[in-house]
């Protein structure tokens, strides 16, 4: 009867013990994830960034920006429409980078400012007039840091292309040339926002 017994309080000590070893793993790895730079935390600091560009300059847009976190998947949605006003996400979705960006290991990517790289650029960008070209209506792109200067030049626009995806996935979205691509029916709405604006919106690009 007593070794039963024993048995038990063995038993109950070693089940207590394993279920705070869980818990404390569990909380190991949510304060990992808490501590390295989020998506939240980038995102917070690129609002930032736009909102200390136009806070003193009336050419630009006050109410909206977009914003292109390239350190999420291309499979996931990380072209957002942003109101400044509350910080809030009006709308969002996916955005192709360069082919110069990959690097061949997964969810690492490169910059450049250089002509013919194909490469994405970083940093801030006044969105332009339209033009027609071979993606039909697209914008032209004016770099307003040092790390995109070269935008203009290198024909460096937003455009649709009939082929990249709608819905998020798990495989990456086809590459474009160095532009900001987006699906069809999402450029339909950006290019509504774009059209109705009476002052240039600010596109940014961080990683």
Do not use: W
Request: aromatic share 10%; net charge positive; glycine share 6%.
């Amino acid at each position: 009867m007593n070794k039963i017994i024993l048995l038990v309080i063995i038993l109950g000590i070693g089940l207590i013990t394993y279920k705070t070893i869980q818990k404390n793993t569990l909380l190991a790895v949510v304060d990992k994830e808490e501590n390295a730079p989020s998506d939240a935390f980038r995102y917070t600091m690129a609002i930032k960034n736009v909102k200390k560009r136009i806070i003193n300059n009336k050419e630009y847009n006050s109410d909206i920006s977009f914003l292109l976190d390239m350190k999420r998947p291309s499979g996931r949605n990380r072209f957002f429409v942003v109101d400044l006003k509350t910080d809030r996400i009006l709308d969002q979705g996916l955005v192709a980078h360069g082919s110069g960006s990959e690097t061949g290991k997964k969810n690492l990517l490169q910059f450049s400012n250089t002509d013919n790289s194909h490469a994405t650029s970083l940093g801030s960008y006044a969105i332009g007039s339209s033009y027609n070209g071979k993606f039909g209506k697209a914008y032209k792109l004016y770099g307003l840091d040092s790390s995109n200067s070269n935008a203009y030049a290198r024909n460096i626009v937003l455009h649709k292309y009939d082929r990249m995806p709608y819905d998020e996935q798990v495989d990456p979205v086809c590459l474009s040339e160095g532009c900001p691509m987006v699906n069809v029916e999402f450029y339909k709405r950006l290019q509504n926002l774009i059209d109705s604006s009476k002052k240039q919106i600010v596109l940014h690009i961080y990683y």
